[in-house]
């Protein structure tokens, strides 16, 4: 039985589709009010459950061979924040999983992720990947980079489509390795089963490195028209966006982050999705204003 924690959100419930698809057997966690129905029906076993909750992820972990978890805070809020959910909460479910006997165990961090990094976010999941390693689980860090399908959209994608400015921080010149929510998935599901992933962190990347000039470029390209462009300093609110990832964008515009995908997308059979695709693909699911 393989746990997917994080299954109601987009990258767990991908992930729990595809292997229920290969025909695993699959529990998922899910909250009280949450919405399963699309992982019940073709065989997903539930249990009601919850990060902050130490008693139900016993439960959750009952009878569990591997557990693979994509949970955060990000798209939350009130009571699930940083602090109760990607510091407390996975530390809660590393050491119920321990305790249940769970011999894998597959961690979905982020590129850059450090116990002494100045982000919260990221500082949370370092501290969870130091438990992960010293837990006694055989484990998997999954370490991709920025994720297009939620931050291409977030900042220029949706501005674009609205008819709104895209607002970029600071130079926004930084080049960064955007990787597509899609090839994640298939080295979450891979990895849970390979035996030579097993204390190993996985750096995911995209096909080619991008700054967020070039993401607005790329829209503009398949647009055919010029997008309007606003600045605001490093640390600034960005108009729409949740604190986290105002935080975040200013951090991006400190360092470069690009990877070299060759060795692991041949070796994992995943080759990495071009920005491009990502682009039309996007515009081609969302309805465009009129001129």
Same mark, same amino acid.
């Given at each position: 039985m393989i746990l $997917? $924690?994080?299954?109601?959100?987009?990258?767990?419930?991908?992930?729990?589709?595809?292997?229920?698809?290969?025909?695993?057997?699959?529990?998922?966690?899910?909250?009280?009010?949450?919405?399963f129905d699309a992982l019940a029906a073709p065989g997903a076993q539930t249990v009601t459950g919850d990060l902050k909750d130490r008693g139900s992820l016993e439960e959750a972990c009952?009878?569990?061979? !591997?557990?693979?978890?994509?949970?955060?805070?990000?798209?939350? +809020?009130?009571?699930?924040?940083?602090?109760?959910?990607?510091?407390?909460?996975?530390?809660?479910?590393?050491?119920? /999983? !321990?305790?249940? +006997? $769970?011999?894998?165990?597959?961690?979905?961090? !982020?590129l850059g992720a450090d116990p002494d990094s100045p982000v919260p976010f990221l500082r949370a999941k370092g501290e969870t990947e130091a438990l992960v390693r010293g837990s006694g689980m055989a484990w998997t860090v999954l370490s991709p980079n920025v994720f297009m399908d939620?931050?291409?959209? /977030?900042?220029?994608?949706?501005?674009?489509? /609205?008819?709104?400015?895209?607002?970029?921080?600071?130079s926004a010149s930084r080049r960064h390795s955007f990787v597509a929510v899609p090839d994640v998935v298939a080295y979450a599901?891979?990895?849970?089963?390979?035996?030579?992933?097993e204390g190993q962190t996985l750096v995911i990347g995209g096909a080619a490195p991008v700054s967020w000039r070039e993401v607005v470029a790329e829209f503009e390209v398949q647009l055919d028209r010029e997008l309007p462009v606003r600045?605001?300093?490093?640390? !600034?609110?960005?108009? +729409?966006?949740?604190?986290?990832?105002?935080?975040?964008?200013?951090?991006?515009?400190?360092?470069?982050?690009?990877?070299?995908?060759?060795?692991?997308?041949?070796?994992?059979?995943?080759?990495?999705?071009?920005?491009?695709?990502f682009v039309r693909g996007f515009l081609a699911a969302n309805p465009r204003p009129a001129p």
């Amino acid at each position: 039985m393989i746990l $997917v $924690v994080g299954a109601t959100g987009q990258l767990g419930g991908l992930i729990a589709h595809r292997l229920l698809e290969r025909g695993e057997p699959v529990r998922i966690l899910t909250r009280a009010g949450s919405s399963f129905d699309a992982l019940a029906a073709p065989g997903a076993q539930t249990v009601t459950g919850d990060l902050k909750d130490r008693g139900s992820l016993e439960e959750a972990c009952s009878g569990v061979g !591997a557990v693979i978890t994509t949970a955060n805070s990000a798209a939350r +809020g009130g009571e699930d924040n940083v602090e109760t959910v990607d510091r407390e909460g996975n530390r809660n479910l590393v050491e119920a /999983a !321990a305790r249940a +006997g $769970v011999r894998r165990f597959v961690f979905t961090s !982020a590129l850059g992720a450090d116990p002494d990094s100045p982000v919260p976010f990221l500082r949370a999941k370092g501290e969870t990947e130091a438990l992960v390693r010293g837990s006694g689980m055989a484990w998997t860090v999954l370490s991709p980079n920025v994720f297009m399908d939620v931050w291409v959209p /977030a900042v220029v994608g949706g501005p674009a489509l /609205a008819g709104q400015p895209v607002t970029l921080v600071g130079s926004a010149s930084r080049r960064h390795s955007f990787v597509a929510v899609p090839d994640v998935v298939a080295y979450a599901v891979t990895a849970v089963e390979r035996p030579e992933a097993e204390g190993q962190t996985l750096v995911i990347g995209g096909a080619a490195p991008v700054s967020w000039r070039e993401v607005v470029a790329e829209f503009e390209v398949q647009l055919d028209r010029e997008l309007p462009v606003r600045t605001v300093e490093a640390g !600034a609110p960005v108009p +729409g966006l949740p604190e986290m990832m105002s935080q975040l964008l200013t951090a991006q515009d400190t360092y470069d982050s690009p990877i070299d995908m060759t060795g692991l997308a041949a070796a994992y059979g995943v080759p990495p999705t071009p920005l491009s695709d990502f682009v039309r693909g996007f515009l081609a699911a969302n309805p465009r204003p009129a001129p």
